[in-house]
């Protein structure tokens, strides 16, 4: 049976103590196909040059375990270390986009 390893994409930054995503990755870390799960945030500086530009192969990212909960000042994530994307099987997008940045974004048709 193969396990698969997952880096997540996220921003601690945009959330909140009641995040489903905390809950939601312990839950798949427990399960059977899951060899592991990483969380790479884009509030870690050091990943800066990923979520801009894509251009790294590598991320610093913390290994998911019952521990993982929100922190206000994302203290959880300090002891991240530098991972290979490219050794993960799945990449799991989960980013907030800030709501002003949604409104510019908004495709207004024009009525003839």
């Given at each position: 049976?193969?396990?698969?390893?997952?880096?997540?994409?996220?921003?601690?930054?945009?959330?909140?103590?009641?995040?489903?995503?905390?809950?939601?990755?312990?839950?798949?870390?427990?399960?059977?196909?899951?060899?592991n799960?990483?969380?790479?945030?884009?509030?870690?500086?050091?990943?800066?040059?990923?979520?801009?530009?894509?251009?790294?192969?590598?991320?610093?990212?913390?290994?998911?375990?019952?521990?993982?909960?929100?922190?206000?000042?994302g203290?959880?994530y300090?002891?991240?270390?530098s991972?290979?994307?490219?050794?993960?099987?799945?990449?799991?997008?989960?980013?907030?986009?800030?709501?002003?940045?949604?409104?510019?974004?908004?495709?207004?048709?024009?009525?003839?």
């Open positions: 049976m193969k396990k698969y390893k997952i880096l997540v994409l996220t921003d601690h930054k945009t959330h909140g103590k009641g995040e489903s995503i905390y809950r939601l990755l312990i839950a798949m870390n427990k399960n059977v196909y899951c060899e799960i990483f969380v790479a945030t884009r509030g870690d500086g050091r990943n800066k040059i990923f979520y801009e530009h894509f251009d790294a192969q590598t991320v610093f990212a913390k290994k998911v375990d019952d521990q993982f909960q929100f922190t206000i000042n203290t959880w300090l002891d991240s270390i991972v290979n994307i490219s050794e993960f099987d799945i990449l799991f997008l989960r980013i907030d986009q800030h709501p002003r940045k949604c409104l510019n974004t908004i495709h207004k048709p024009k009525y003839v």
